[in-house]
């Protein structure tokens, strides 16, 4: 919750609920192996503390992840710019060179293609004549590998890893790997963003206005000693306490979320106890809710009902005014 909190978050988890982000691809990079463009853009443009944030938001479990691919490291100093080389297994020389055999159809002459080049045309070393057609005058047998250093030839030279940033060279037996990852706003994450910071917020800055201290969300330890959770906790002073949930749906709410508010705030007794449910509930909610004495403000949007919340009720009852509602209390 303390991350929610956080202005670079908040657009972030925006952009995904917008549907202006769909999936954070990671894109590579020399320098700082993987980046992430749409998160540094909330982080003025700051690459590692793109990865920072992305890592706190998996940690903390408002990020999925899925693999998207490995990328091999240097194990002495962790740079991704590593070079792939093939050496000689002689030598270990990197100054090797591909060679193809051509075998003469005619008079069965194999040699590398260098000895049949002549002036850009192929010739037989050893007969002279002219190869002009592949698979009628002559074919490719394969290659091989010849060292310019040492002239051995090998069918297969061996691969070596070198890092251009330290300079140490190593084989894939030494080699780091570092995994690489795409991520996505987890369903419950996203869930709990729109209800505590784009349904709450307009709410919240209602209370913040009228100089109350809000959480959201919010605990309060009830007489039981049970800690109970609320979408919002405003205090003021050390005793009014006001706890509000908001219930949003498609449709009109039943009655199981004022009887919940209801067990809640039966054991923490606070001094107000509000329950927002957009866009409205049920005529049997509304009739358990009297009978609960739990205020209900029902409204198409959390706007509309942060502006119910200001000018019904006055918020001068908060301060024990004489507008205070007695059906709100306990």
Same mark, same amino acid.
């Given at each position: 919750?303390?991350?929610?909190?956080?202005?670079?978050?908040?657009?972030?988890?925006?952009?995904?609920?917008?549907?202006?982000?769909?999936?954070?691809?990671?894109?590579?990079?020399?320098?700082?192996?993987?980046?992430? @463009?749409?998160?540094?853009?909330?982080?003025?443009?700051?690459?590692?503390?793109?990865?920072?944030?992305?890592?706190?938001?998996?940690?903390?479990?408002?990020?999925?992840?899925?693999?998207?691919?490995?990328?091999?490291?240097? @194990?002495?100093?962790?740079?991704?710019?590593?070079?792939?080389?093939?050496?000689?297994?002689?030598?270990?020389?990197?100054?090797?060179?591909?060679?193809?055999?051509?075998?003469?159809?005619?008079?069965?002459?194999?040699?590398?293609?260098? #000895?049949?080049?002549?002036?850009?045309?192929?010739?037989?070393?050893?007969? #002279?004549?002219?190869?002009?057609?592949?698979?009628?005058?002559?074919?490719?047998?394969?290659?091989?590998?010849?060292?310019?250093?040492?002239?051995?030839?090998?069918?297969?030279?061996?691969?070596?890893?070198?890092?251009?940033?330290?300079?140490?060279?190593?084989?894939?037996?030494?080699?780091?790997?570092?995994?690489?990852?795409?991520?996505?706003?987890?369903?419950?994450?996203?869930?709990?963003?729109?209800?505590?910071?784009?349904?709450?917020?307009?709410?919240?800055?209602?209370?913040?206005?009228?100089?109350?201290?809000?959480?959201?969300?919010?605990?309060?330890?009830?007489?039981?000693?049970?800690?109970?959770?609320?979408?919002?906790?405003?205090?003021?002073?050390?005793?009014?306490?006001?706890?509000?949930?908001?219930?949003?749906?498609?449709?009109?709410?039943?009655?199981?979320?004022?009887?919940?508010?209801?067990?809640?705030?039966?054991?923490?007794?606070?001094?107000?106890?509000?329950?927002?449910?957009? @866009?409205?509930?049920?005529?049997?909610?509304?009739?358990?809710?009297?009978?609960?004495?739990?205020?209900?403000?029902?409204?198409?949007?959390?706007?509309?009902?942060?502006?119910?919340?200001?000018?019904?009720?006055?918020?001068?009852?908060?301060?024990?005014?004489?507008?205070?509602?007695?059906?709100?209390?306990?």
């Amino acid at each position: 919750m303390a991350l929610y909190q956080d202005p670079s978050v908040q657009l972030l988890i925006s952009k995904f609920v917008r549907g202006e982000i769909v999936e954070l691809t990671p894109g590579f990079d020399l320098d700082h192996t993987v980046r992430y @463009p749409e998160v540094e853009e909330v982080v003025d443009q700051d690459p590692n503390a793109a990865k920072q944030l992305v890592q706190k938001l998996w940690d903390s479990g408002i990020f999925k992840r899925k693999f998207h691919e490995k990328v091999l490291v240097c @194990p002495s100093c962790l740079s991704p710019n590593v070079s792939n080389d093939y050496v000689c297994p002689n030598c270990n020389s990197i100054d090797i060179e591909r060679k193809t055999l051509l075998e003469h159809t005619a008079c069965g002459n194999i040699d590398s293609v260098d #000895n049949f080049l002549v002036e850009g045309s192929l010739l037989c070393p050893k007969c #002279n004549k002219e190869l002009v057609e592949a698979g009628v005058d002559y074919q490719k047998l394969g290659a091989w590998f010849q060292c310019a250093q040492c002239g051995k030839r090998s069918d297969m030279p061996s691969p070596i890893h070198r890092c251009r940033n330290c300079g140490h060279i190593f084989t894939i037996r030494d080699t780091g790997f570092v995994n690489v990852y795409a991520y996505r706003v987890s369903s419950e994450a996203e869930e709990e963003f729109k209800r505590s910071y784009l349904v709450m917020k307009p709410i919240g800055l209602v209370l913040e206005d009228f100089q109350f201290k809000v959480d959201m969300p919010g605990q309060i330890a009830g007489r039981s000693g049970a800690l109970h959770r609320f979408d919002a906790v405003a205090t003021k002073g050390s005793s009014e306490v006001v706890v509000l949930d908001v219930i949003a749906s498609d449709k009109e709410i039943d009655e199981v979320p004022v009887a919940s508010m209801y067990a809640k705030i039966f054991d923490v007794s606070p001094s107000q106890s509000i329950l927002v449910a957009i @866009p409205g509930l049920t005529d049997r909610a509304k009739r358990l809710a009297a009978l609960y004495r739990v205020s209900i403000v029902e409204a198409e949007n959390s706007q509309r009902a942060a502006d119910q919340i200001k000018d019904k009720f006055g918020w001068a009852g908060l301060s024990g005014s004489d507008e205070s509602f007695g059906d709100l209390q306990l």
